[in-house]
C-alpha cells in the first residue's frame, strides 16, 4: 500500500533519484564517532525551529504583554517543558557548534575544495550567537532587558556607525515595545532565513564534496574510522542517532527538572546586576583589560579578528608544511579553548567571590519567585506584569523604607538582619503592632533602649518614666505579676493593630484580649494619658484606639503632627508624609511618583498635597509591608 | 532582431526594478524610523528633593517622574530617571549657601544603574565595577585598575528653588539623557 504510493510518487517526481546520492553515500573509511557532531547539530537546529514555532503561538511581543504572555506559556500543558527545550537547546548548539569546529579544524576537513563548507559553517557562528542574544530579551525580564540595553550599548560604541546599529537592534533611543518587535523580528524571522540560506549552501557542499575521510590523530583513535568501506546509511547514522538520543534524552531531562528560568518582568524601579550568558562571560572578562575608548578593541576588533583569521585558516593551510599545519592547529584548538575557559572561570569566580552580588542575585531571585507566585494567581493587571511588583508591599515596602524612613528608623530583626538605620534616631520598627514590640515599650529596660525611644527626645518623657516608675519599687512575685499585665496590655493592643499573621491567635483567646484592654483604661491607667475607644481624651498622647492598624498607621506616617497622634508640640522630628493627602483620593498605580506630585501641585498654586513626600500609594504599600499584609500563599484553585 | 532582444532585456530589467522599488523604497522608509533621533521635547525641570533631607557628604537617590511614550503607549506618570544628588560640606561660617551637585544615575560606560558603594564613600556601577568619587570623577579601581568610564558620571543643571508657601528649599534638577561610551558628554535630546 505504502510502497504503491511512494512508487507512484516517484514515478511522477524522481525524488528517489533526487535522493540518491544520500541514501548511497560511502564513506571510504567507514564511519566514526567524531562525524556525528555534524548531523547532531543539524537536528538540535531543527529543534529549535520546532519549538520554536510552537512557542511563537502564545508569545506576544510588546513591553506590557512579553513577560505576562512567556508566563502563560510556563502555565501551559507542556508549555514550561517545550521553552525548556528550546532554551537549553539554544545553549547546547553553542556547544556544539564549538565541538563541531574543532573536529573540522583537526581532521583538516577545511581543505580543497571543502573552504564553503568551512567559510558558511563559521558563518552561522555569529548568527547562532545573534539568534541567542535576540532570543533571551524576549521574555522582558529583568535580566534579558538590563542584558541587552548593555549589548546595545556596546554596539553603539562601534565607531562610525554604532549608534545607528544600536538604533535599529533597540527600535529607537531606549529599551521599548519596539525593541521587542524588532527583536522578534530578528529572532523569528530574519536570523532564521539567513540560517537556513546559509545552511542550505554548507549541506549542498557537504554533499557535493562529500565527508572527510583523513582522521590521523594518536587521540582520535576511540572513534577512528576502520578503514572499511560501509555505506553512511545505517552505519555512520546508528552512530548519530545514538549522540543525539543522549542529547535529547540530556536536554528533556534538564526541561523536565529545571525548565527555563524566568527571572522578574523589567522594571527600573528595582536595579540588578546583569551578566552576561556563560558564553561571553569570557568577552566580559576580557573588556576589563581594555577601558575607556580601547573597549571596542575586546568587544569588537578581537571577535572579529578572530573570525576572519578562522575564515582564513585554509590558506594558511595551504602555504603551511602538513607536519607543521597539524601541530599548528593543536596549538590554536587547545590555546582557544584554554584562554576561553580562563578567562571565562576568572569571570565566574570574581562574582563567586563577591558578596555584594550574590546578594544582588539572591534579591533578584526573590524579586523573580515573588512575581511568579502573584502571576500565578492570575492577578496580571492589562498595564503589564511590571505592575505585579510595583504593586507588592513585600518588594516595594523595604525599598520605600530604605528611602524614606532609614535615616532615621530601623526595620532589623534582634540578630541584626534587615534595614538598619546609618544613625538610627527613632524606634526600630521591626515587628511593630506584634505583642513583643509593644511589650518592649512597656518595659523599663527597653523602653529608653536604642529599639525604642532611646534617641528621642521622648526617652526621658512621660511615657517612658512611667514605665519606669511602676517597676520601680516592686520586686520578685509583683514584679512577675506586673510583667505579666504589661504582656497581657500588650495582647490587647496588638490586636487593635489586628496584624494579618495575628488573626488566628487573637481570634483563639479573646478573654485576655479583653483582660489586657480592661487592664489598660482601669488598673494601669493608661486612659490618663492616651485615648482607647471611648475611654480617656486626646491631647496628650497618641490614640491608642486601632494602635498598629492600617488606618492609624497611615494617618501616624502622613502626619504625626495630628492631634490624634504626637501633635504639633510633642511631636519629636518625624516629618509629615502626606499631610494633605485624602484618604481615598489619589489613584492606585503611583510607584514612587511623590515627587512630580509635589511639582505639579506646587505648579498649579496652593494645594496642600505639594508637600506629600509619600503618595497614597505608596503609603499604603509601605503601611501594609510594616504590617506584614500581603500575599503570601499558592495559587488559589480556580482563582479567577 | 538583435537591437530588439537587448531592448527587450532593458524594458525587462527597467520594469524588475520599478517593481522592486515600490517595496523596498516604503521598506527602507519603514524601517528607518528606527534610525531618526527620537525627539523627546525639552528635558524635564523638576524639584526633587528638600534641601534639609541631605545632609553633606551622603548622597540621596532621587527619581525623576515624568510622562514617557513608548510607541503605541503613553505613560502619563513614570520614573524616567533616577538622579544622585550631593550635598557639600557648608562652609564653616555658614556665610555661603549650600551647595548640591545632581549627577544622573546613568552609568556613561554602557548605561546601567551607578549605586552607592558601601558604606557611602564612593559610587559604583554593578555591570563593570567603573567607581566614581562623590564629586563624579572616575576613580581607579582595586589595585589601580583604571576605570572602565570613558568619562566621570555626567552632571546635571541643579538649582535650589524656595518654595513660596512654607520658605521650604528645594533642590530642582533639570534632567536629561547622555550618549553612552564617548569621552564627551553628548546630550541625547
Known sequence: ?640 | MFHRRSMLKWISGALGTASAAVITLPGAHFLAEALRPHRRGQAIVQRVARLRDLSPGRPLQVAVVGSRRDAWTLYPEEVVGRVWLVRQPDDADGGRPPRVAAFTAVCPHLGCTIQLAPPGGRFICPCHRAEFSLDGAPSAGPGGKKSHAPRGMDELDCRLVRDSHDGDWWVEVTYEKFEQGLTSKVSKA
Open chain 1, 1 to 640: 500500500m505504502i510502497g504503491g504510493f511512494l512508487d507512484w510518487l516517484d514515478a511522477r517526481t524522481d525524488y528517489r533519484a533526487l535522493l540518491a546520492p544520500l541514501r548511497c553515500r560511502v564513506l571510504l573509511n567507514g564511519p566514526s564517532w567524531w562525524f556525528t557532531s555534524a548531523s547532531c547539530l543539524l537536528w538540535v537546529f531543527v529543534i529549535q525551529l520546532v519549538t520554536g514555532l510552537l512557542l511563537m503561538t502564545k508569545y506576544s511581543p510588546s513591553t506590557t504583554s512579553a513577560w505576562a504572555s512567556v508566563h502563560f506559556i510556563e502555565q501551559s500543558p507542556s508549555g514550561a517543558f517545550v521553552r525548556g527545550l528550546h532554551y537549553f537547546a539554544s545553549h547546547l548548539l553553542i556547544l556544539l557548534f564549538v565541538v563541531h569546529v574543532v573536529r573540522v579544524l583537526l581532521s583538516g576537513a577545511f581543505r580543497p575544495p571543502r573552504e564553503l563548507i568551512w567559510i558558511t559553517g563559521l558563518l552561522l557562528m555569529p548568527l547562532v550567537i545573534a539568534w541567542a542574544v535576540t532570543g533571551n530579551p524576549l521574555s522582558a525580564s529583568q535580566k534579558g532587558t538590563a542584558q541587552i540595553e548593555v549589548e546595545a550599548n556596546i554596539l553603539g560604541s562601534t565607531p562610525l556607525v554604532g549608534s545607528a546599529l544600536r538604533r535599529l537592534l533597540l527600535g529607537g533611543d531606549d529599551v521599548g515595545h519596539l525593541t521587542l518587535t524588532h527583536l522578534y523580528f530578528l529572532h523569528v524571522a530574519l536570523l532564521p532565513l539567513l540560517g537556513i540560506v546559509l545552511l542550505a549552501v554548507h549541506l549542498h557542499q557537504v554533499y557535493r564534496h562529500g565527508l572527510t575521510t583523513v582522521i590521523r590523530l594518536p587521540f582520535m583513535a576511540l572513534g577512528k574510522p576502520s578503514g572499511h568501506a560501509r555505506p553512511y546509511w545505517p552505519y555512520q547514522s546508528v552512530r548519530n542517532a545514538t549522540v543525539l538520543v543522549v542529547l535529547v534524552s540530556a536536554l528533556a531531562a534538564l526541561a523536565w527538572r529545571w525548565g527555563a528560568p524566568l527571572e522578574a518582568p523589567a522594571d527600573p524601579n528595582l536595579t540588578i546586576q546583569p551578566r552576561p550568558e556563560w558564553y561571553f562571560r569570557s568577552l566580559f572578562e576580557l573588556r576589563r583589560y581594555f577601558t575607556g575608548e580601547w573597549e571596542f578593541v575586546a568587544t569588537l576588533v578581537l571577535p572579529l579578528a578572530l573570525l576572519t583569521f578562522f575564515i582564513a585558516i585554509p590558506l594558511f593551510d595551504r602555504v603551511c608544511p602538513p607536519k607543521l599545519g597539524l601541530t599548528a592547529r593543536l596549538f590554536v584548538v587547545a590555546a582557544g579553548l584554554g584562554v576561553w575557559g580562563w578567562l571565562t572561570w576568572n569571570s565566574y569566580a570574581r562574582d563567586w567571590r563577591d558578596p555584594e552580588y550574590l546578594a544582588a542575585q539572591d534579591k533578584a531571585a526573590g524579586w523573580a519567585r515573588r512575581a511568579r507566585l502573584l502571576a500565578d494567581r492570575g492577578r496580571i493587571p492589562p498595564e503589564g506584569a511590571a505592575a505585579l511588583l510595583r504593586g507588592d508591599p513585600k518588594v516595594q515596602g523595604p525599598l520605600l523604607f530604605a528611602r524614606h524612613c532609614a535615616s532615621c528608623h530601623s526595620h532589623a530583626d534582634p540578630r541584626g538582619e534587615g534595614i538598619v538605620a546609618a544613625e538610627p534616631s527613632a524606634p526600630n520598627l521591626f515587628g511593630f503592632g506584634t505583642p513583643d514590640w509593644i511589650e518592649g515599650m512597656l518595659d523599663p529596660r527597653a523602653i529608653g533602649g536604642a529599639n525604642y525611644f532611646g534617641h528621642t527626645k521622648f526617652a526621658d518623657g512621660d511615657m517612658a518614666s512611667h514605665v519606669r516608675e511602676w517597676f520601680a519599687d516592686v520586686s520578685g512575685d509583683d514584679a512577675a505579676e506586673l510583667r505579666a499585665q504589661a504582656r497581657q496590655v500588650a495582647r490587647a493592643l496588638a490586636a487593635e493593630a489586628a496584624l494579618p499573621a495575628r488573626r488566628d491567635a487573637d481570634l483563639r483567646e479573646p478573654e485576655a484580649i479583653a483582660g489586657g484592654a480592661a487592664l489598660l483604661t482601669d488598673e494601669l491607667g493608661c486612659t490618663d494619658c492616651h485615648k482607647f475607644h471611648d475611654q480617656g481624651e486626646l491631647g496628650s498622647a497618641p490614640d491608642l484606639t486601632g494602635y498598629g492598624s492600617r488606618e492609624w498607621l497611615m494617618g501616624m506616617i502622613a502626619d504625626p503632627q495630628g492631634e490624634r497622634f504626637y501633635g504639633p508640640e510633642r511631636n519629636d522630628r518625624m516629618p509629615s508624609f502626606a499631610k494633605g493627602s485624602d484618604a481615598n483620593g489619589s489613584d492606585a498605580n503611583g510607584s514612587d511618583a511623590n515627587r512630580s506630585d509635589a511639582n505639579r501641585s506646587d505648579a498649579n498654586g496652593s494645594d496642600q498635597a505639594g508637600y506629600n513626600l509619600l503618595h497614597q500609594r505608596e503609603l499604603e504599600l509601605l503601611v501594609d509591608w510594616l504590617r506584614g499584609d500581603w500575599v503570601e500563599h499558592a495559587p488559589e484553585p480556580n482563582d479567577p
